[in-house]
């Protein structure tokens, strides 16, 4: 007796063969062609009159595009991964995390393949590891020959929307945040963002980004299309670009600084970039960067080990440029509650001082009653650059007012 899914297997075969017989070319172009994957949708419904919509679109979903990940983006709202260790399958979504279930090696190889065509990359034994971005999905694969227990692969579902916003704010962080983060952007203070994989760095430097006026030219790099920034803010004074195997990160930095930018948007820093991001810092550009550091106070020190990768520095001078100019640091961090829901937040905020001082801003405690917000002070320092950056005179009063103002002589 032919089972329902030996029945499905038999008619993705039957399309496969009429498509690559009668429509070669379109089909190839299909994935990442939207136009040619209309012509194919038409001529299978078409040819295979037979189909029900629903049959129609599994086709599609199995035939032109990503079959399984399609079906869950299309299922489960705000799906953010999708991760496959080499036997099961596993989503992440904003409300937890859940197995979809068991899915063959080598349905997730097709997969897999269908990135690397797209991106005109191998994932074979030579090239064992893939990292590829497609639409609005970012992959990284492993291949079975180092991977124990079968091919891997992860991806990162990542949408042109601004996730975090005024109107959802409060369930980051106290609304007041909101405008001290206006207040650093209008002043034109360098900001860091640190946290974990996963915590929600590049959604809050776009709500960073989102401040930032037309008159600022912005140069934003990225070695992933995943910012969407020329999407979201068509109105703002941004060249968008993004990295590939010949030109890196810190090439793209030298010649940011050669487009005189207000503002550097690095979507995450790695590696010795990190001292010609700060050599533009100290010639009068503005920064917003990530990257991955234990908290807020630890940024300095894994600013200066980055910049060891590549450069001979004098760490007592570069430390001292760091607390003089870099301005902010802040910390986001993520827990589950108690319904598995995944939430992030807002950890630490902090303010690097020419003395060398770290001050703290805010802080947010973990404690059994729940989160415990901690306002600190913001230095008269930062208030002097509101000032001088003619920053709004009642957004200028709100700081004042709400933080207190720690006096540097």
């Known amino acids: 007796m032919i089972t329902e899914i030996e029945e499905q297997k038999q008619l993705l075969e039957d399309?496969?063969?009429?498509?690559?017989?009668?429509?070669?070319?379109?089909?190839?172009?299909?994935?990442?062609?939207?136009?040619?994957?209309?012509?194919?949708?038409?001529?299978?419904?078409?040819?295979?009159?037979?189909?029900?919509?629903?049959?129609?679109?599994?086709?599609?979903?199995?035939?032109?595009?990503?079959?399984?990940?399609?079906?869950?983006?299309?299922?489960?709202?705000?799906?953010?991964?999708?991760?496959?260790n080499g036997t099961h399958l596993d989503v992440i979504t904003n409300q937890g995390k859940f197995r979809y279930g068991e899915i063959e090696e080598s349905y997730i190889i097709k997969i897999i393949q269908k990135f690397a065509n797209a991106c005109r990359k191998e994932f074979t034994r030579k090239n064992p590891i893939l990292d590829a971005a497609f639409s609005n999905l970012r992959l990284n694969a492993v291949h079975k020959d180092v991977a124990q227990y079968g091919t891997t692969m992860a991806l990162r579902v990542v949408r042109p929307k601004l996730a975090l916003h005024q109107e959802n704010f409060k369930s980051f962080a106290p609304d007041y945040i909101f405008d001290l983060l206006k207040a650093i952007v209008a002043s034109k203070s360098n900001v860091t963002i640190a946290g974990e994989t996963g915590t929600g760095k590049t959604e809050l430097q776009k709500l960073l980004l989102s401040f930032v006026e037309y008159k600022d030219h912005i140069v934003m790099i990225e070695d992933t299309p995943e910012s969407h920034a020329k999407i979201l803010f068509p109105d703002k004074d941004i060249k968008s670009w993004i990295t590939n195997p010949s030109i890196n990160i810190e090439m793209l930095v030298k010649a940011g600084l050669r487009n005189n930018p207000a503002w550097q948007v690095v979507s995450e820093t790695r590696g010795r970039e990190a001292y010609e991001m700060m050599q533009g810092i100290l010639t009068g550009h503005r920064l917003i960067t990530t990257l991955h550091a234990v908290n807020a106070r630890a940024i300095p020190s894994r600013l200066i080990n980055m910049m060891k990768?590549?450069?001979?520095?004098?760490?007592?001078?570069?430390?001292?440029?760091?607390?003089?100019?870099?301005?902010?640091?802040?910390?986001?961090?993520?827990?589950?509650?108690?319904?598995?829901?995944?939430?992030?937040?807002?950890?630490?905020?902090v303010e690097f001082l020419p003395n060398g001082e770290v001050l703290t801003v805010f802080r947010c405690d973990l404690t059994n009653k729940g989160f415990?917000?901690?306002?600190?002070?913001?230095?008269?320092?930062?208030?002097?650059?509101?000032?001088?950056?003619?920053?709004?005179?009642?957004?200028?009063?709100?700081?004042?007012?709400?933080?207190?103002?720690?006096?540097?002589?």
């Open 309 to 349: 990768m590549g450069y001979d520095i004098d760490e007592t001078s570069m430390k001292e440029d760091i607390f003089r100019y870099l301005n902010f640091g802040i910390h986001i961090e993520k827990i589950e509650d108690a319904e598995g829901r995944m939430k992030r937040y807002l950890k630490e905020i």
């Open 15 to 84: 399309v496969r063969k009429h498509l690559k017989l009668n429509h070669p070319s379109e089909l190839l172009k299909a994935f990442v062609d939207l136009e040619a994957r209309g012509k194919v949708n038409e001529v299978v419904k078409k040819d295979f009159p037979h189909l029900s919509n629903e049959e129609l679109k599994f086709v599609m979903a199995e035939v032109v595009g990503l079959g399984v990940i399609e079906k869950i983006i299309d299922e489960y709202e705000g799906v953010t991964d999708i991760s496959y």
């Open 372 to 409: 415990e917000y901690v306002p600190g002070k913001v230095s008269s320092i930062f208030v002097n650059r509101m000032m001088e950056k003619r920053v709004d005179i009642q957004l200028q009063s709100k700081i004042k007012d709400g933080w207190g103002v720690h006096e540097i002589s």
